[in-house]
C-alpha cells in the first residue's frame, strides 16, 4: 500500500463510508431504480471525499490515481465477463435454449420441490463448473422462468439459486475462490476443502429445510392451467428441440475442460447464433424485419440479440417480460456501477483509510472465537467498501495469517473463514462486482433476494459457531509442537 505523510484518523477513515451509506439509503426512497445512475454517483461522491481527505494527509494525486487505475483493471475481467454474459444471454433466448429449458422444466419439475431443485441443480452445475457467474447466466435463468411459471415470487427463486450456485463456487476445485483462499492464508486446496466441508454441510443442509418448508407452505398463485399456458405460449414462438440443449453441454463441457472464462462464454455465445439460424428461421426473420434475405436476416438477429433489446410477442404477457432480453447493452449500467465501487475502494485503500479502520478490530480479538468473529466481519467490510470479493479474500488473508499462526490456529481455519465470509458475502452487496452482476442478470434486486439466500447468510455464522462451540476444533486445527511445525514446514 502506498504510504501517506500522515495517518488518517479513525473519524476520517470513517467519514467517507458514513457519508456512502447515507446516501445509498437516500437513494433507495428517492429513486426507484438506483442501479441507473444514483449509486454511481454516491459512490463517486464518496470517493471524492475520501480523495480531500487522503490529499489532506499529504499524499500526492499522482500515487492516489496510480492505485484507482491499478484497482480498476483488477475488475476489467469481471466486467469483460459480464458483458459476454449479456450476450450469450441473447443468443441463448432467440435459439430457445432457455424457452426450451423452461419448457420441458414445467413438465418434470413437482412445484413444492421446485425450491430445493433449484439449490441442488445450481449446486451440480456450479461444483462441475466452478462458476457461480456462469451457473446464474445459464441454469439459473431458466430456473428463474420455471420458477415464475409455477408461481414462486422471483426474489425467492432467485434466492435458491443463488444458494446453489455459491455452494459450488465454495468447495468445486476448478473455481477461483476456491484457489485463492488457501493461498492467501498458506495451505494447499484439498485441505481446504475438506476443512469447508465442516461448516458447508451444515449450512447446505439448513437452506435446504428451509426451502422444502416453505415449498410445501406456498401458496401458489398459478394454476396447472396458467402453467399450461405459458408452455403453449413458448411453443408459439419456439421450436423445442431437444437438440437445443446441444449447446450447454458443450459449454459446461468447455468449463470443466478449464478453458477460461471469455473465450467458453464468447463460444457459448456465437453456439447459441448458430442454432437460432437453424432451429428458429421464423423467429429470425421476426427480429430482423421483414425484406431481406435469410442470411442478412440471421446476420442482423443475430447482432441485436448480442447488442441490443430484444422483445418476444406472444399472447402471454408473463412470457413476454421471460422472453425480453437486454444483451451487451442491459449490462452497461452494472458496469458503470462497479467502475465507481473501483474508484471509491481504490481511494480508501490507497490512502490506508481500510486499513485503518481494521486495525482496531485486530486488536480487540482476543480469543480463537474473536479472531474468526472478527475475520469475517473484516471480509463482509471489504466486500462492501472495496466492492470486490477477491480483495475481500486477499486482503484479511494477508492482514490475519500472522495472527492465527500465533494463537497455533492451522491455515486451513483461516482459509476457510475467508471462503465463508468473503466469498458467501459478496453476492449480497448491491454495488460489489458480484450483488452487481447477479442482480442484473437475473433481473432482481440485490436487497430483494439477500433475505432468501440462505446459504450465503448461514456460512459466515456457521464459521463463527463453529468457532465458538469449538465442535471438535481442537483436534482439527491445534498444531503441533514448535519443532513439530517446522519439521512439517520442511
Given at each position: 500500500?502506498?504510504?501517506?505523510?500522515?495517518?488518517?484518523?479513525?473519524?476520517?477513515?470513517?467519514?467517507?463510508?458514513?457519508?456512502?451509506?447515507?446516501?445509498?439509503?437516500?437513494?433507495?426512497?428517492?429513486?426507484?431504480?438506483?442501479?441507473?445512475?444514483?449509486?454511481?454517483?454516491?459512490?463517486?461522491?464518496?470517493?471524492?471525499?475520501?480523495?480531500?481527505?487522503?490529499?489532506?494527509?499529504?499524499?500526492?494525486?499522482?500515487?492516489?490515481?496510480?492505485?484507482?487505475?491499478?484497482?480498476?483493471?483488477?475488475?476489467?475481467?469481471?466486467?469483460?465477463?459480464?458483458?459476454?454474459?449479456?450476450?450469450?444471454?441473447?443468443?441463448?433466448?432467440?435459439?430457445?435454449?432457455?424457452?426450451?429449458?423452461?419448457?420441458?422444466?414445467?413438465?418434470?419439475?413437482?412445484?413444492?420441490?421446485?425450491?430445493?431443485?433449484?439449490?441442488?441443480?445450481?449446486?451440480?452445475?456450479?461444483?462441475?463448473?466452478?462458476?457461480?457467474?456462469?451457473?446464474?447466466?445459464?441454469?439459473?435463468?431458466?430456473?428463474?422462468?420455471?420458477?415464475?411459471?409455477?408461481?414462486?415470487?422471483?426474489?425467492?427463486?432467485?434466492?435458491?439459486?443463488?444458494?446453489?450456485?455459491?455452494?459450488?463456487?465454495?468447495?468445486?476445485?476448478?473455481?477461483?475462490?476456491?484457489?485463492?483462499?488457501?493461498?492467501?492464508?498458506?495451505?494447499?486446496?484439498?485441505?481446504?476443502?475438506?476443512?469447508?466441508?465442516?461448516?458447508?454441510?451444515?449450512?447446505?443442509?439448513?437452506?435446504?429445510?428451509?426451502?422444502?418448508?416453505?415449498?410445501?407452505?406456498?401458496?401458489?398463485?398459478?394454476?396447472?392451467?396458467?402453467?399450461?399456458?405459458?408452455?403453449?405460449?413458448?411453443?408459439?414462438?419456439?421450436?423445442?428441440?431437444?437438440?437445443?440443449?446441444?449447446?450447454?453441454?458443450?459449454?459446461?463441457?468447455?468449463?470443466?475442460?478449464?478453458?477460461?472464462?471469455?473465450?467458453?462464454?464468447?463460444?457459448?455465445?456465437?453456439?447459441?447464433?448458430?442454432?437460432?439460424?437453424?432451429?428458429?428461421?421464423?423467429?429470425?426473420?421476426?427480429?430482423?424485419?421483414?425484406?431481406?434475405?435469410?442470411?442478412?436476416?440471421?446476420?442482423?438477429?443475430?447482432?441485436?440479440?448480442?447488442?441490443?433489446?430484444?422483445?418476444?410477442?406472444?399472447?402471454?404477457?408473463?412470457?413476454?417480460?421471460?422472453?425480453?432480453?437486454?444483451?451487451?447493452?442491459?449490462?452497461?449500467?452494472?458496469?458503470?456501477?462497479?467502475?465507481?465501487?473501483?474508484?471509491?475502494?481504490?481511494?480508501?485503500?490507497?490512502?490506508?483509510?481500510?486499513?485503518?479502520?481494521?486495525?482496531?478490530?485486530?486488536?480487540?480479538?482476543?480469543?480463537?472465537?474473536?479472531?474468526?468473529?472478527?475475520t469475517v466481519g473484516t471480509c463482509i467490510f471489504f466486500n462492501a467498501t472495496a466492492s470486490d470479493q477477491y480483495l475481500a479474500i486477499v486482503v484479511p488473508g494477508r492482514m490475519y495469517r500472522k495472527a492465527y499462526e500465533d494463537r497455533n490456529l492451522k491455515p486451513e481455519v483461516l482459509s476457510r473463514t475467508l471462503e465463508d465470509s468473503g466469498t458467501m458475502t459478496s453476492v449480497l452487496i448491491p454495488w460489489n462486482t458480484c450483488g452487481a452482476t447477479q442482480s442484473r442478470v437475473?433481473?432482481?434486486?440485490?436487497?430483494?433476494?439477500?433475505?432468501?439466500?440462505?446459504?450465503?447468510?448461514?456460512?459466515?455464522?456457521?464459521?463463527?459457531?463453529?468457532?465458538?462451540?469449538?465442535?471438535?476444533?481442537?483436534?482439527?486445527?491445534?498444531?503441533?509442537?514448535?519443532?513439530?511445525?517446522?519439521?512439517?514446514?520442511?
Amino acid at each position: 500500500m502506498v504510504s501517506t505523510n500522515r495517518t488518517p484518523s479513525l473519524a476520517e477513515a470513517l467519514l467517507p463510508i458514513v457519508c456512502l451509506v447515507i446516501l445509498l439509503t437516500i437513494n433507495v426512497f428517492v429513486f426507484e431504480d438506483t442501479l441507473a445512475g444514483s449509486n454511481q454517483i454516491a459512490l463517486l461522491l464518496a470517493a471524492t471525499i475520501a480523495g480531500i481527505i487522503v490529499r489532506r494527509n499529504g499524499q500526492k494525486w499522482e500515487e492516489t490515481n496510480q492505485h484507482v487505475v491499478k484497482t480498476i483493471g483488477s475488475a476489467m475481467p469481471s466486467m469483460l465477463i459480464l458483458l459476454l454474459i449479456g450476450s450469450l444471454a441473447g443468443t441463448w433466448m432467440i435459439s430457445g435454449i432457455v424457452p426450451a429449458m423452461i419448457y420441458y422444466g414445467l413438465e418434470i419439475i413437482n412445484p413444492n420441490l421446485f425450491l430445493v431443485t433449484a439449490v441442488i441443480v445450481s449446486a451440480l452445475v456450479s461444483v462441475a463448473t466452478g462458476s457461480s457467474w456462469s451457473t446464474i447466466a445459464t441454469i439459473g435463468v431458466a430456473l428463474l422462468g420455471i420458477g415464475k411459471a409455477i408461481g414462486f415470487n422471483e426474489p425467492l427463486v432467485a434466492g435458491a439459486i443463488i444458494s446453489g450456485a455459491y455452494f459450488g463456487d465454495k468447495i468445486s476445485p476448478l473455481s477461483d475462490t476456491t484457489n485463492l483462499a488457501p493461498a492467501m492464508a498458506g495451505t494447499d486446496l484439498f485441505t481446504h476443502i475438506q476443512y469447508l466441508l465442516f461448516t458447508t454441510i451444515p449450512s447446505l443442509i439448513i437452506t435446504l429445510v428451509l426451502f422444502l418448508v416453505i415449498g410445501f407452505n406456498y401458496e401458489f398463485h398459478s394454476s396447472i392451467h396458467d402453467i399450461e399456458l405459458v408452455k403453449v405460449a413458448i411453443e408459439e414462438v419456439f421450436n423445442t428441440s431437444s437438440w437445443l440443449f446441444l449447446v450447454p453441454v458443450i459449454l459446461f463441457g468447455i468449463i470443466i475442460m478449464k478453458v477460461p472464462p471469455v473465450p467458453s462464454l464468447m463460444i457459448g455465445t456465437i453456439l447459441g447464433a448458430i442454432f437460432a439460424v437453424v432451429f428458429q428461421p421464423d423467429l429470425v426473420r421476426e427480429i430482423a424485419g421483414s425484406g431481406m434475405s435469410y442470411t442478412k436476416a440471421s446476420y442482423v438477429s443475430s447482432m441485436q440479440a448480442m447488442f441490443g433489446d430484444v422483445s418476444l410477442s406472444t399472447h402471454n404477457e408473463n412470457v413476454n417480460h421471460l422472453l425480453s432480453t437486454s444483451g451487451m447493452r442491459g449490462m452497461l449500467d452494472t458496469i458503470w456501477l462497479i467502475l465507481s465501487a473501483m474508484v471509491f475502494g481504490g481511494i480508501m485503500e490507497a490512502g490506508g483509510l481500510l486499513s485503518r479502520i481494521t486495525r482496531p478490530i485486530m486488536k480487540m480479538a482476543k480469543s480463537t472465537g474473536a479472531l474468526v468473529s472478527s475475520t469475517v466481519g473484516t471480509c463482509i467490510f471489504f466486500n462492501a467498501t472495496a466492492s470486490d470479493q477477491y480483495l475481500a479474500i486477499v486482503v484479511p488473508g494477508r492482514m490475519y495469517r500472522k495472527a492465527y499462526e500465533d494463537r497455533n490456529l492451522k491455515p486451513e481455519v483461516l482459509s476457510r473463514t475467508l471462503e465463508d465470509s468473503g466469498t458467501m458475502t459478496s453476492v449480497l452487496i448491491p454495488w460489489n462486482t458480484c450483488g452487481a452482476t447477479q442482480s442484473r442478470v437475473l433481473g432482481v434486486a440485490t436487497f430483494d433476494y439477500l433475505p432468501y439466500c440462505f446459504f450465503n447468510l448461514i456460512s459466515p455464522l456457521m464459521s463463527i459457531l463453529f468457532a465458538y462451540f469449538n465442535i471438535k476444533i481442537r483436534r482439527l486445527v491445534s498444531r503441533p509442537a514448535k519443532a513439530e511445525t517446522q519439521n512439517e514446514a520442511i
